[in-house]
């Protein structure tokens, strides 16, 4: 079973907006969750330990703190929380990852947007988005004016483990689904992610030029996740159109 650990003194979350960023195609979500956490300065709210996660300490640039892989980030001014992941994250680690969020979630109003890209032709001129989700989170995609699929399809890997513990335990979820690239890190898809989808659902207006000025480093930066994710493509968050008669 996964364990949450607050680790920062302030008062305990109580309604807040949660951003799962897992690494999938062209990590997308990994990408946007990184980049929120960065220019809202978030601060460091909780751990999250699974067994079935790889047992590694991370560092980051300027900063000599070692945390594990798997962390909760709050911006109180925003009411959001980010769900950030250094690593890839196997089926059976959402799971557990799922249910402990289901767990800790109780008696609070946290409200999930989950993450995931899917497989685009290099030859559209911008990567295209559009939302899913059940209950009242349908409704908050109406609100904000987010698309609704063009094709059946399923979303898979460990977002698709919490969407459907959220269908499952009958939790009000958002999921947005944006044309990535299947190959390389994409800050672009990522950008149109966060502009497009998570600004409008959440009504704050997310800075989004550093995502676009600095593809090429973060393409570098996330290179060395993306092989990873490649060698493991049951352990990537993605989208995928099935057909109507599949």
């Known amino acids: 079973m996964a364990t949450i650990e607050q680790v920062d003194d302030e008062a305990a979350v109580e309604e807040m907006t949660l951003i799962e960023g897992f690494p999938g195609v062209g990590l997308v979500g990994k990408i946007a969750a990184d980049h929120l956490i960065e220019v809202f300065a978030m601060r460091h709210h909780a751990n999250i330990y699974c067994a079935d996660l790889p047992a590694v300490a991370v560092y980051h640039e300027g900063d ?3 945390r594990p892989p798997m962390r909760l980030y709050v911006d109180d001014a925003h009411d959001l929380m980010v769900l950030q992941s250094d690593v890839p994250v196997g089926s059976a680690a959402a799971e557990d990852i799922a249910e402990t969020l289901e767990e800790w979630s109780g008696g609070r109003s946290i409200h999930p947007i989950y993450l995931s890209g899917i497989p685009r032709d ?3 001129a911008s ?3 559009y939302g899913v989700g059940n209950d009242k989170g349908v409704q908050r995609l109406e609100a904000a004016g987010i698309p609704t699929p063009a094709e059946t399809g399923l979303i898979s890997g460990p977002t698709g483990v919490l969407l459907y513990q959220a269908i499952r335990q009958e939790t009000s979820v958002v999921g947005l689904v944006v044309g990535s690239d299947p190959r390389f890190p994409d800050p672009e898809a ?6 497009t989808g998570i600004g409008p659902l959440v009504d704050v207006e ?7 000025d600095s593809a090429e480093q973060i393409r570098r930066a996330k290179q060395r996740l993306a092989q990873q994710m490649q060698e493991a ?9 099935i057909g109507m008669y599949q």
């Open 122 to 124: 290099q030859n559209d």
């Open 190 to 195: 990522a950008e149109v992610l966060v502009r």
């Open 127 to 129: 990567p295209t988005l």
């Open 64 to 66: 000599a703190t070692l």
């Open 233 to 241: 493509q049951d352990e990537s968050t993605q989208a995928r159109p």
């Open 206 to 212: 997310i800075p989004v030029d550093d995502l676009i």
